[in-house]
């Protein structure tokens, strides 16, 4: 498995478009598979999300943060249609599908069907 790269946040966005885990150089920014096709970005820590991408859609957490949060949205915005929801509608569907691929995992382990 490969190592998530430490990039400058100002240059995140390509990561964000291509959906390619980083973090930035401090850690308080970060894009991360939570799930197959589940892509998150994050701004200081899993509580906030900035963006979700479902494998067909770009989501985007509409709620007031902070300055360095503020920075962060527009470091990474993927420059596509954004669908605006609240960050706990994000955290809601980022846990259900999380869920959903455990559950998964579980099943196909107890059939034998695991890799």
């Known amino acids: ?26 850690g308080q920014l970060f894009g991360r598979y939570e799930a197959p096709l589940l892509y ?7 509580h906030w999300p900035l963006f979700v991408h479902d494998g067909f ?5 509409e709620e007031k943060c902070s300055l360095t949060t503020t920075r962060h949205r527009s470091n990474t915005h993927p420059f596509r249609e954004t669908i605006k ?29 695991a890799a």
């Open 1 to 26: 498995m490969s190592k998530t790269p430490r990039i400058n946040g100002r240059l995140a966005r390509p990561y964000v478009q291509e959906r390619k885990p980083f973090t930035n150089s401090n």
């Open 40 to 46: 998150v970005v994050y701004s200081y820590g899993d």
């Open 85 to 113: 929801v609240s960050r706990n509608a994000l955290r809601a569907m980022i846990a259900q599908r999380v869920g959903n691929h455990r559950q998964m995992e579980s099943f196909q382990r107890n059939m034998g069907l």
């Open 57 to 61: 859609d770009w989501y985007e957490n």
